[in-house]
């Protein structure tokens, strides 16, 4: 038995280690796991329902964390059920039957079911729509709610694309009497409710304690999404701890910064972002094919990714990524060749060049890309004039909208969007029967192979035309702490998804 002298001892012992680690010991040691995260992003987004705004940065804080569709899309780019737990397609593809899941209640307690689906699709095909995407919904004639459960859309012809689209940030299901006011307050069904958005800083979310789904509700008790544009500021605040997470590093530059960094990780991964220089084809000089042609072989375009985007990135020919169904490599259908294009130009009449304007977002790599395709022109003989233009509310108002523009360039962030070639209106004005035809056939069926197939022709034909320059694909630049798992490295779709978010002990 141990003497009195020895259980004194060993008690103040104790008591002095148990006074130094809490005094003089590491936090980590003591500390609880993390249950929030700070994500960084370069644009604060216009407002925060997807349904009525078209910027890219209302889903990347919105989709999946506040607001479901009824189907979605995964990390690997494909279609599962969501909010709508199965589906039928009638033989003639005009008919979709949804079964709709149950329980499903939106933050301020409205309940999900088939009127508030009609609701939703309603609003958003309707006559006053804004939504960004109303031609998802063109063929849906008419919406049918035989039960609670049981959502009918009627179609006026094969739509193959529809269960892709009915995924989007644009059709994301809202709620009766809450979606007037989603633009500041968004309510939805997601693993996560809004909190506040300081405007200028921060959106802020807290975790949904009564979602629908137990098994995938979010691990994070809370998240918020930091806004700064400056790429320095962005490395300083990953480099302090201030944001967890940049999932899109502004700077490809600055990369090699976070070399050796103990704590940080920097992932590259890919997107969906195609960087193109779309022209106005009604205008002179550029409704000439030849023109077009000319000023697509002027550019070198790894010379283009190397100074642009510090060799990051992908060349293409094409409006279409590696990544989507069908894919083909058409870089070489007109290749960089200065003096063919010198020929191009002067058979076209503009022996003694030609000069333009181009509009070009404030974005660094739209600066970057158009000061390197200006230097590449002057080559052949070609004189463009910058003239930066603030985005998105300058350049969605005099190039989405007016088309009051000679050149532009823009990442083109939706996936699959090829079909905008054959929208009338859209800004490039690029009219051509043939590349319509084959876009109405990959709707007529849903066989995957057999739209593959298509897509195929449809790039064949923009590579052959050059309705835009086709430049290159962004790299998904991400740095954020090693610790933190669950992010996408890869972007099927522009999202920051935080339901799958966790901090490794």
């Known amino acids: 038995m141990p003497t009195r002298s020895k259980i004194v001892a060993a008690t103040i012992s104790a008591c002095i280690a148990t006074a130094a680690l809490g005094a003089g010991a590491p936090r980590d040691a003591l500390a609880a796991p993390k249950t929030s995260v700070t994500i960084g992003m370069s644009v604060e987004p216009t407002g925060l329902d997807p349904t009525i705004a078209a910027p890219v940065a209302i889903g990347q804080v919105t989709w999946q964390n506040i607001f479901e569709g009824l189907t979605t899309i995964d990390r690997d780019g494909q279609v599962q059920p969501q909010l709508a737990e199965s589906w039928e397609i009638s033989e003639d593809g005009l008919t979709y039957t949804f079964k709709l899941r149950t329980g499903v209640t939106f933050h301020d307690g409205e309940a999900f079911d088939s009127s508030v689906a009609k609701f939703t699709i309603e609003r958003a095909r309707g006559e006053d729509s804004v939504n960004p995407q109303k031609r998802y919904f063109a063929t849906v004639e008419s919406v049918e709610t035989p039960n609670a459960q049981t959502l009918v859309l009627k179609l006026s012809k094969p739509t193959g694309s529809l269960l892709y689209w009915l995924a989007w940030p644009s059709s994301s299901m809202v709620g009766t009497r ?95 972002l195609k960087v193109v220089a779309g022209m106005n084809n009604a205008r002179k000089p550029f409704d000439d094919k030849r023109v077009r042609q000319a000023l697509m072989m002027a550019l070198d375009r790894n010379m283009v990714v190397e100074g642009a985007w510090s060799g990051f990135g992908t060349p293409i020919g094409s409006h279409y990524t590696p990544n989507d169904p069908g894919y083909v490599d058409l870089t070489g259908t007109h290749p960089y060749d200065p003096e063919k294009a010198k020929a191009l130009l002067a058979e076209a009449g503009f022996a003694n060049g030609l000069s333009f304007t181009i509009k070009a977002p404030q974005m660094a790599y739209a600066q970057r890309t158009s000061q390197i395709m200006q230097a590449m022109f002057a080559e052949i003989g070609v004189t463009m004039n910058i003239e930066t233009t603030e985005f998105p509310a300058k350049w969605v108002s005099d190039v989405l909208k007016a088309a009051d523009y000679e050149m532009t360039i823009v990442a083109h962030a939706e996936p699959m969007d090829i079909d905008i070639y054959a929208r009338d209106p859209y800004y490039f004005n690029y009219k051509n029967p043939a590349f319509n035809a084959v876009l109405d056939k990959v709707q007529q069926t849903s066989d995957a192979s057999e739209q593959a197939a298509l897509y195929g022709e449809a790039q064949t034909i923009l590579a052959e035309d050059v309705p835009a320059l086709y430049l290159f694909v962004m790299p998904k630049l991400g740095v954020w702490d090693r610790k933190l798992k669950g992010l996408w490295e890869n972007e099927p779709i522009p999202s920051n998804v935080l339901a799958e978010v966790y901090w490794e002990e």
Do not use: C, H
């Open 178 to 272: 809450s979606a007037e006011n989603n633009k500041t307050t968004p309510i939805g069904t997601g693993p996560f409710k809004f909190v506040s958005w300081a405007r200028g800083d921060k959106v802020e979310l807290a975790r949904n304690p009564d979602y629908w789904n137990p098994e995938a509700a979010a691990r994070l008790e809370t998240a918020a999404f930091r806004f700064m544009s400056d790429p320095q500021a962005q490395a300083a605040a990953l480099k302090a701890g201030d944001v967890d997470a940049f999932p899109e590093f502004a700077a490809p530059e600055l990369m090699q910064s976070f070399d050796g960094d103990e704590r940080l990780t920097t992932v590259i991964g890919n997107t969906e």
